[in-house]
């Protein structure tokens, strides 16, 4: 089992930043990133890093949010930048193990960008 907790969240004006963090328990040989969810909406993907490779991005996030992993330390963070109103949203981390298949979930971090 691989906890996953996340900190950073909060409520920010538009235009703003926030950094997002996500601790796991262990090393995930797999691929990590973060999800956001709006009430009454799917859980859509915003960005996600392999443990070898190149990162991919919603359309909403590109040019805006860059997510970076730290391997030593079991992390996975997402810079957000230019924040709009339409970006708020819980957002969850998640750790995908390519080795045992199985998904991970963090519980949450709420994003809030006032207008």
């Known amino acids: 089992q691989v906890q996953l907790v996340e900190s950073g969240g909060g409520l920010v004006q538009a235009g703003g930043s926030l950094r997002l963090s996500c601790a796991a328990s262990r090393t995930i040989f797999g691929t990590m990133g973060w999800y956001r969810q709006i009430p009454g909406k799917q859980r859509d993907l915003v960005a996600e890093?392999?443990?070898?490779?190149?990162?991919s991005y919603a359309d909403s996030a590109k040019g805006r949010f860059t997510i970076s992993r730290d391997g030593a330390k079991n992390m996975v963070s997402l810079q957000m930048t230019a924040l709009k109103p339409e970006d708020t949203a819980l957002y969850y981390c998640y750790a995908r193990d390519h080795i045992r298949a199985v998904d991970y979930w963090g519980q949450g971090t709420q994003v809030t960008v006032s207008s």
């Open positions: 890093v392999p443990s070898v490779g190149v990162a």
